[in-house]
C-alpha cells in the first residue's frame, strides 16, 4: 500500500513538472513573441509608406539609419522632431530599421532619390561596427542580412561615401552625417573604442564629401566624463538582457531613462541604444541644423 501511493505521488510529479515544463515554454514564446512584434514594427512614415501618399508638404527631411533611427528600441527622436510645432508643415520620414549596416542603406537609395527630399539626416555606423568586433557578431549579422563579404572599415568608409556621392549627385539635398553613438560606456573598453574609431571614418567621410557633420559619438563622451560617478558600464553582448529591457518599457511605466539607469547606463538602454537622455542629444543638433537653414 505504501508503494502504491507513493506511485501515485511520483506520478503527481511528474504531471506537474510536465505542466510546468509547458507552461515556461509557453511563456517564453509569447514573451520573444511582443519583443519581437514591440522591436520590429515598422514606422507608418517609412519612405515606401511616404512615396505612397502624399509628399506635397514642405520641407521633406528623410532621417536614414538602424535601430537608434527605427524608434521602437529606444527613444523615438524621429517621432519627437516630427511633433515639433515648428514643423506642422515638414514632411518627416523615418527609415530606420533594426540591424541595419550601411550596405542596407546603400538599398533605400532610389526611394530617397525618387523622393527629391530637402534634408537627409544620416546616422548608420552602430552594426558596421559591433560586426568587426567578434566571428560571432559578424556571423549574426551576416544570417540576417545573407552577407557575402566581411564587414571592415574599409567597406563602411566606401557604403557611406557611396550613400552620401548618389544623394548628392541626383538630389539637391542638404546631406547631414551623424557620428555613431556610443557603445558602451566605458570609454576604455575595447567596444567604445571601436565606435570612436567609427566616429573618426564617418567625419572624414563628411569631410572629404563636404556634407554636414555631427558630433554625436564626441558630445556624448563628453558629457559622460562630466559625470559624477560614472558607473563606466561596457558593452556586452547580452541579447536576453536586451529583450528583457524591451518588454519592461512597454509592459510597464518605466521610461527609457529609468531602464537605462537600472542597467548601469547614463545616456543607453542596454549599452547600444538611447535612452531619452542621449536622444534628446541627437534631437537637439538635428533642431538646430533645421531652424539655422531658416524652417
Known sequence: MIFFFLFLNFSGIIVIMKHFRFIVIFSFLVFQSCVVFQATKVPSNNLKGTLEGDVSKSPKIVFLGDSITHGRVSYDYVESIRKNPKLTNALVV???????????ILE?????IKLQPDYVFIMIGTNDLKATLSKEEYEQYANLWKLKEPVTENSFVQNLTTIVHRIQNETKTKIILFSPPILGEDPNSIPFLRSKRFAELTKEVATKQKVIYKPLHETLTTGLLSVQDLKKTPYVKKTWKMYWTILKY???TSTWNDLGEANGYYYLTDAIHLNERGGQVVETMVLETLFSQGI
Open 108 to 112: 533605400q537609395l532610389d526611394s530617397v
Open 250 to 252: 512597454y509592459s510597464t
Open 94 to 104: 523615418n527609415e530606420g530599421i533594426n540591424s541595419r549596416l550601411t550596405v542596407q
